[in-house]
């Protein structure tokens, strides 16, 4: 027993050693991709789900990994992050995005993630000055979005860092909400613009009466505060249904558009359409 005690440890060691070392592998590519500007944005619409026009575009970052393809961020960001990449793509992700937005021929707002280690830095706030300077781009269209966790952190210091931004006219949106630990708490200390219900939600919407039920209070909560709520991850007919019973703001997900270029011809021509 001993033997393969040793032994099945020996596999983890391995395995351990194995992951560490793809993880160094892929900040490596990251540093380059940083480099070479190998980054792209994809654009998400959001849409109200009372008019059905469209109010704005979430930034998602891409990147096409030489050698292995499309990764997701949600595989690279906490690689990015654990290695300090993090800053320079957040920059580059804040600066291309109003740069895109200021150029559109709509007004439409343009939500941009940020990651819980750019908000730990004042530096934040007057690169967030310099952007919307340089751009053009008015502040009222700019929303970033932060999870809890990201605020967790250090929590007296996020909220110094966001209140300093959202006092240039930038709107704070609380991403993934209900996800984390202490959402009520969060919500009671900062003046969010919106609240993002977490697309974990979405799945059961329509058929479980107890996922159903947070919801409702979630939006409940959204109107005392007068805080209005998006819900993501919405990718059916019967679910955006179920939101627009209860009284949801917006909404964004694969039913309404896919991430990808925004094509400004094409919609255009949906009024015609209709
Ligand atoms: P998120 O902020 O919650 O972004 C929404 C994610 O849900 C996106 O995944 C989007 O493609 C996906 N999604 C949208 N609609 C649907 C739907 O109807 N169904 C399903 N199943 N998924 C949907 P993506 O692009 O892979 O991004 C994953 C996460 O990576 C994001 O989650 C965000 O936390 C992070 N991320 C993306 N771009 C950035 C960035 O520029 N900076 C930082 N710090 N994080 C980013
Ligand atoms: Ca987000
Ligand atoms: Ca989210
Ligand atoms: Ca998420």
Known sequence: AKAEFDQRICYYEREMDEQARQRRAMARDLWTAVEENAFTL???VQKSISSGHITGYEVLLRWDRP?????????????????????????????????????????????????????????LVDMVKMVLMQSGLAPGRLELEVTET??????KRALAILSQIRSLGVQIAIDDFGTGYSSLETLRSFPFDKIKLDRSF??????????????????ALGRSLRVPVLAEG?????????????????????????????????????????
């Open 150 to 155: 990201a605020i967790i952190a250090d929590k």
């Open 42 to 44: 994809a654009y998400q």
């Open 202 to 219: 979405m799945s059961e919407v329509e058929t479980n009466e107890q996922s159903k039920a947070i919801v409702r209070a979630i939006l």
């Open 67 to 123: 050698g292995f393809g499309p990764v997701s961020p949600a595989e690279f960001i906490p690689v990015a992050e654990e290695c300090g990449a993090i800053y320079a793509i957040g920059a580059w992700v804040l600066k291309t995005a109003c740069e895109d937005a200021a150029t559109w021929p709509e007004p439409y707002k343009i939500a941009v993630n940020v990651s819980g280690l750019q908000l730990a830095q004042f530096e």
């Open 234 to 274: 919405v990718e059916t007919r019967a679910q955006l249904d179920v939101l627009r019973d209860e009284g949801c703001n917006e909404a964004q997900g694969f039913l309404l558009g896919r991430p990808g270029r925004i094509d400004w011809a094409d919609m255009l021509e949906l009024p015609l359409r209709a």
